[in-house]
Each structure stands twice: as structure tokens, then as C-alpha cells.
T-cell receptor
Framework: LAKTTQPISMDSYEGQEVNITCSHNNIATNDYITWYQQFPSQGPRFIIQGYKTKVTNEVASLFIPADRKSSTLSLPRVSLSDTAVYYC???????????FGTGTRLQVFP | NAGVTQTPKFQVLKTGQSMTLQCAQDMNHNSMYWYRQDPGMGLRLIYYSASEGTTDKGEVPNGYNVSRLNKREFSLRLESAAPSQTSVYFC???????????????FGPGTRLTVT
């Protein structure tokens, strides 16, 4: 079973840019990479999704290199309300299953 | 439009007891999923249903059964609960079919299950 790896935790201050990387060596050829945000006692919530290169929406950017074996979620100018756990989700070409990353706990300080 | 709803919110079981977790979505989505999340860990897929009438195993299916009752409802059953099944269970749905993460998943609020 493929492993999807993220840093366990990151700290930042309000107004800074935060970049969270996910490695996914065994991503399925046709699958997208999706990032979710989760607050305590809630279900995950969709942030952004991409297949290759760069995707940007109103809350984040997603950078995916040509080999697609990793992806980076970029949060511009974080605020205290961005304190949460962030997960990447990819397909697994070995098992044809969905694999969530291990999650990155982001703490934003004032 | 309630999105994805789950019942119950909390449940305590004794080892060997059985129970069914209920999930319903009102978005006319094709696929539905059951995940478990253990403390401090990510989500692991238990079972999913790519369309009404079909179900398939995820990463950790042992000890569970599922039923896709209709397009709206997807239930998860624990036939004989074990302490290792203590976890938070999330149901999700998506417009797409199956396990391709190309479609956004919408998650319910979760069921916190403790097995003693």
C-alpha cells in the first residue's frame, strides 16, 4: 500500500505564507490531488484540487511538479482561523483506493 | 439542504454488541464513503459505494459491513464491536463515481464511537 507523507506540524504567524508539502510516490496516473482542512470535532472540508502544474482559488494555491509525486498547498497570509489540520488525498495506483495523508497540524500565532 | 447527516453523534458499546451507523445525503450524489479516524491520525477508508446497489472494500474493511439502501442512504454495521473499533466515523459523499479523488467529497459531522 502506498504511503502518503506530510509534516506532522507547522507553526506560523498571522500574515505569513504557509507551504505544506505532501509526498505521494504511487499516485494513480489519472487521479487528482485534493487538499482538505479539518477543525476539531468536524468533518474535513474541501480546500483545493489539481492534476498538474498550478491551481489557484480564493483561499489557496496548489503546486504540482511534472512527476506528480508530491504537491504543495500554499496558504497566503494566514490568519488565526487557519489553525487546523490539513490533509492531502490522492489515489493509489497499486490498490485503486483513496489514501489520505497523515495530516499536518498548522498552528497560527498572533 | 442539510448536506451529509450522520446518526448517532455519540455511542458507547460493550465488546460484542452490534450497532448500525446511519448516513444520508440530500445532494443527489452518486458515491458515498465511510471513513474512520483514530486519535491523532488521518482518515482511513472502510468501505465505499460508487453507485446505488454497489459497495466495495476500502483500506480497513475487516469487522464492518455496509448497505447502500438507496441513493441517499449508506449505513455501516458493526456486527460484534471490539475495543479496536473505538474511533470517530465519518461518512462522505461525492458527485463522482468510486475512488477517483477528482470530485470533492462532502463530509458529515462524524459519530464518536467508544467500545469498552
Amino acid at each position: 500500500l502506498a504511503k502518503t507523507t506530510q509534516p506532522i506540524s507547522m507553526d506560523s504567524y498571522e500574515g505569513q505564507e504557509v507551504n505544506i508539502t505532501c509526498s505521494h510516490n504511487n499516485i494513480a496516473t489519472n487521479d487528482y490531488i485534493t487538499w482538505y482542512q479539518q477543525f476539531p470535532s468536524q468533518g474535513p472540508r474541501f480546500i483545493i484540487q489539481g492534476y498538474k502544474t498550478k491551481v489557484t482559488n480564493e483561499v489557496a494555491s496548489l503546486f504540482i511538479p511534472a512527476d506528480r509525486k508530491s504537491s504543495t498547498l500554499s496558504l497566503p497570509r494566514v490568519s488565526l482561523s487557519d489553525t487546523a489540520v490539513y490533509y492531502c488525498l490522492v489515489g493509489d495506483s497499486g490498490t485503486d483506493k483513496l489514501i489520505f495523508g497523515t495530516g499536518t497540524r498548522l498552528q497560527v500565532f498572533p | 439542504n442539510a448536506g451529509v447527516t450522520q446518526t448517532p453523534k455519540f455511542q458507547v458499546l460493550k465488546t460484542g454488541q452490534s450497532m448500525t451507523l446511519q448516513c444520508a445525503q440530500d445532494m443527489n450524489h452518486n458515491s458515498m464513503y465511510w471513513y474512520r479516524q483514530d486519535p491523532g491520525m488521518g482518515l482511513r477508508l472502510i468501505y465505499y459505494s460508487a453507485s446505488e446497489g454497489t459497495t466495495d472494500k476500502g483500506e480497513v474493511p475487516n469487522g464492518y459491513n455496509v448497505s447502500r439502501l438507496n441513493k441517499r442512504e449508506f449505513s455501516l454495521r458493526l456486527e460484534s464491536a471490539a475495543p479496536s473499533q473505538t474511533s470517530v466515523y465519518f461518512c462522505a459523499s461525492s458527485e463522482g463515481y468510486g475512488v477517483n479523488p477528482g470530485y470533492e467529497q462532502y463530509f458529515g459531522p462524524g459519530t464518536r464511537l467508544t467500545v469498552t
